[in-house]
């Protein structure tokens, strides 16, 4: 017993000091010594989180979290298990956890927000509105939670109780970050009723608000557009077709990449290949980010990716594997997996030189109505989110974005992998049928009906109460109720509306 307190103190103290390789050896002796403690298990599943190994740490984090609530723990003490398999991805386990904490008698403030924000990630609109309910009893004057429930009151279709929510947030004193929020959501409400003339003034003063919030502020809002231009200042049309022709570096399927600006209908080609039977998704996952970090610098990008022999291919393609095993699961490493993760367009180059065999799908959407969606929506804060807090840095990431990948397009012939959102909608069968072949996918009846599967795990991006639905045609020309907006941005969005026919 002297030893495994020694291996779990240990342990912590690696943790602590952020040497989460050490953390988990220690964790997992200790475990070896007392199988299936709740505590040791509940450590090794934060550190096994902390290191991106979530596909192991996620089931740890829930086991324990279920087997100390049986135990001796404080239910109270077990809200931040259920608030990190949220912020790890697992909301199903954590509203399971937070039910029984709430079975159990606790009533708190923290319980309801949790079990609000897990129901919320998972499209169970009416619980995530009781559990908002009951927090408010706890703080009624808590401004950050009513915008919580407005915008959980759009997803459910309640725009008229959102705006009359958000109007009196906006009426009285709240923090910053608080009132920048209120106004995008207001935005969106106001939107969904149709009170066209009012929502871009509350576009503009959440994000007059939005650079007084650090977290924005923070922001590089000009690097996407320098690694676009470094890219563009070193293309060669030739190198690059050398990549393609190359044999892959080994003998593993290739992933399938699904990309486009966003907003412009990746989620929902997401959830219908989510239907191929033995397909394994990765939604908004960095794994090419994180295989791209490995890679050793140059003189530009394109020029690294052009020095690497085949046996620094293997090796990052090895890499991008085990980042998939890790999140998802070893099977996501030996068989099908579909890549979506829409801002993946901006390293087209790494795709193509890692995975010269590799299917892509690039997303189109009607230029107007993919930048009106864009500015429609709450995302987190990045280099690229935070060009769609202003109207006209909108439209000029598309621009921008969508530029690229035209250029990389024309020159190297991938004009077969644009798919047209409003293809899916009209026709969902037909176009996929078509494009299915080039996957190695075949069409299944279970994809006519991908909303009913989407609903039963979380979605990673603000399109899940829509892809959560029958299609329809409510987004399709949805820019038309604000053409006037247009005007003095149109020009910019010329090049894309001649090529696509928009």
């Known amino acids: 017993m002297p030893l495994t307190a020694d291996d779990a103190r240990l342990g912590r103290e690696a943790a602590a000091k952020g040497k989460l390789g050490a953390a988990i050896r220690h964790f997992r002796a200790a475990l070896e010594q007392v199988p299936g403690d709740p505590a040791i298990t509940l450590w090794l599943g934060q550190a096994l989180c902390a290191s991106g190994q979530l596909y192991e740490g996620v ?43 709430a079975a159990s008698g606790l009533d708190e403030f923290g319980l309801w927000h949790a079990t609000a924000t897990a129901a919320a990630q998972l499209s169970r609109h009416e619980l995530a509105l009781d559990a908002c309910e009951r927090a408010s009893r706890h703080a009624p004057d808590a401004t950050a939670l ?9 997803d459910a279709g309640k725009a008229h109780d959102a705006a009359a929510r958000l109007d009196a947030v906006l009426a009285r004193e709240a ?3 608080d009132r920048m929020r209120a106004y995008r959501e207001r935005a969106r409400a106001l939107d969904g009723l149709g009170r066209w003339p009012e929502v871009f003034p509350d576009i503009e003063a959440g994000a007059a608000l939005a650079a007084q919030v650090p977290e924005y502020t923070a922001q590089d809002a000009g690097l996407v557009g320098r690694i676009l231009g470094r890219d563009a200042a070193d293309f060669d049309a030739a190198i690059i077709r050398r990549w393609r022709t190359e044999a892959p570096a080994d003998d593993h399927p ?69 980042l998939a095993a890790m999140r998802l699961g070893p099977r996501a490493a030996t068989g099908r997996l579909i890549d979506k993760f829409a801002l993946n367009v901006i390293d087209l180059p790494v795709i193509l030189r890692l995975f010269p065999e590799a299917p892509i799908l690039f997303m189109v959407r009607s230029p107007r109505d993919a930048c009106l969606s864009s500015v429609l929506q709450m995302m987190p804060p990045s280099p690229s989110t935070v060009n769609l807090l202003r109207w006209d840095d909108a439209v000029r990431f598309h621009a921008l974005v969508t530029g690229a990948w035209r250029s990389w397009r024309d020159a190297l012939g991938l004009h077969a992998c644009e798919v047209r959102y409003e293809a899916l909608v009209d026709d969902l069968e037909g176009t996929m049928r078509a494009i299915l072949p080039s996957l190695g996918l075949a069409w299944t009846e279970g994809m006519r009906d991908f909303h009913k599967s989407a609903a039963t795990h979380a979605i990673n991006t603000p399109s899940r109460s829509q892809v959560t639905r029958p299609l329809n045609r409510a987004s399709v020309e949805r820019w038309r109720h604000y053409e006037a907006e247009f005007t003095a941005v149109e020009h910019l969005l010329v090049p894309a509306l001649d090529d696509w026919g928009y």
């Not at 939604?283 to 980010?289: H, Q, R, V």
């Open 59 to 101: 089931p740890c984090l829930r086991d324990a979290g279920l087997a100390r609530l049986s135990g001796s723990a404080a239910p109270a003490d077990l809200i931040p298990v259920a608030q990190l398999l949220q912020k790890v991805g697992d909301p199903a386990a954590s509203l399971a956890l937070l039910q029984d904490i």
């Open 146 to 154: 009513s915008v919580l429930t407005a915008s959980i009151e759009i």
């Open 254 to 322: 290739a992933p399938i990449f699904l990309i486009g600006y966003l907003r412009s209908g990746t989620t929902l080609m997401q959830e219908v290949l989510a239907c191929a039977p033995g397909v394994t998704v990765a939604d908004e996952a960095p794994l090419l980010s994180g295989t791209q970090a490995a890679m050793r610098p140059g003189p530009s990008r394109l020029s690294a990716l052009d020095s690497l022999d085949r046996a620094a291919v293997a090796a990052l393609r090895a890499r991008y594997r085990a």
């Open 175 to 177: 923090p910053v970050r």
